[in-house]
């Protein structure tokens, strides 16, 4: 049996095959907008960890200085 798909949108909760055909395209665009976000969050994290490493191999390669 699948397990029917809910959208909750403040704090209700809606079955997807209940809504009409816009709403049901609006769902589909908020799943489809989630997912880009959440591959920029990773890529940012990509990007950030590359960038403390990048950092981090330069602070090697400058000379040492006294303060």
């Known amino acids: 049996m699948q397990e029917e798909v809910e959208v909750t949108l403040n704090g209700v909760s ?4 209940d809504l009409s055909e816009e709403a049901q395209a609006q769902v ?8 880009q976000m959440a591959d920029l969050r990773a890529k ?5 960890t ?17 303060q």
């Not at 809606?14 to 095959?17: A, E, G, M, P, R």
């Not at 589909?28 to 997912?35: C, G, H, K, R, S």
């Open 50 to 66: 590359a960038r403390n490493a990048y950092e981090s191999a330069l602070q090697q390669m400058l000379p040492r200085t006294t």
């Open 28 to 35: 589909a665009n908020l799943q489809f907008v989630d997912t």
């Open 44 to 48: 940012l994290a990509v990007y950030q």
């Open 14 to 17: 809606y079955k997807v095959s």
